[in-house]
DNA sequence: TCTCGGTCGAGAACACTGTTCTTGACAGTG
DNA sequence: CACTGTCAAGAACAGTGTTCTCGACCGAGA
């Protein structure tokens, strides 16, 4: 059983807490480059940067603490867009879906950035087994798992994996049930790569003035790959 | 008429080069951050950095040139894919262009990182008009659009634009031939959206071990992207 | 040929950065 | 009350991008 905390343990963790809070404000405001722990010192009430170090080992771990919390922060949005689901419209809640997670990315574009744009130099992946990162994809592997079970999933054309991808899947494909066909996960897989590649186009800029209504754009797109990938409005 | 280089212009503009080379090769070994101008000065045989502001104005301006010549490499890889064509098989040449394009990101992590990931902090968008950053959709354009022309178009489900993402995109459609379809140009940003989400989701290293063969998954979901955006392998 | 103007590299300097170490003060505990 | 551990502060080190000034040199015009 966890000890009960001092009181001196609880002010430190609301410090710690404090402190990524106002990292987490400063990145949003003037990106990762931004984020010097000499200002952030100062914004949490410190004169010197060195009593922050008590507190995290160096700015990387803060910065993979704000990657973490940004995870989560998406992973959130995400769960709460897939939950009010009526139970049979299942292209409108990866639609709705998609459009949380765009929601998200587009309010928090630094975040997302960290998240899903270059790695940071001296990130240490702390995923070793079920990391915050795999909350989307295994969301959307739920979707589409959750769409073929109420005969709503039904892939276009030829939706065979053929065996090298199978085989390039093997440690993931054996995990799943054996009711759930290969070309369902990959199907998920696919509407996964094709999300974050329609948000980093748009969050980092690359789409440029291909349009004028990126959410329009978005939405459509989203519709689109959803269809596509076999999700429907309405079970067979 | 261009005036006649003065041979100090052409040792100058050699020069100008020989750094831009040194620092891509500093960004391809140590990544962005490890890129110091002081080092780089070394490299190329200065003593002091400071000489180097004669031939850019900073560390952005150099970083600014590299991400032009990253689109133009991946442009040229891409190109060199597109070019060998039979005339039949469009599902195989937007295949190969995929893997021309996965081929150089793997190879070139960091110059990928550098013109789709988190955009640099200072870096000033030089894209006035067409850009070398358009090169790459504006062939994938090219490839649906010859793909049409040649009834190797077919696609999948109901590819009608909805009149929102329609006018979403009213200054790039409008600018089409008028036989060119409104899908067919969302069919082909759909297809470079694609395409980039899986790079970037491989080579940011977001793709963890979901796979043990990322080549063969990437083959696999290039072809089902293709397939289903309607590029076909013989036309009708 | 000599001289001048312009270009060049070197070096110091400034304002930063992350990080480490030492010092002194404070709070909670025995 | 005294002690012990935690804390913030400050100096210091090794870096960073950038600017400025200073000589030196090279090439072209008189």
Known sequence: MPKAPTPRERVRAEFTREIKDAAR???????????????????VGL??????YRYY????ALL???????????????????DPFDGTDHAGR?????????GWAVAHPHEFALVHGSPVPGYTAPEDTTGPGRRLPLLIGRLFQEAAAAGAYRPLGDPAVPAAARAALAPLLDRMPPDAPDHLV?????AWSDLLGALALEVF???????????????HLMHRTGTLLGLTARPA
């Open 25 to 43: 404000r400063q990145l949003a405001e003037h990106g990762p480059a931004g984020l010097s722990m000499r200002t952030l010192a100062k914004e």
């Open 205 to 219: 800029g690359t789409l440029g003035r291909f349009t004028t209504d990126p959410a329009a754009y978005f939405d």
């Open 94 to 102: 990866w639609l709705a879906v998609c459009r949380a997670v765009r």
């Open 57 to 60: 080992p160096g700015r990387d």
């Open 64 to 82: 993979t603490a704000l990657i973490a919390d940004a995870y989560d922060a998406l992973g959130d949005a995400a769960d709460a867009a897939a």
């Open 47 to 52: 004169v010197s940067a060195s009593a922050l």
């Open 186 to 190: 990959v199907s998920a897989l696919a």
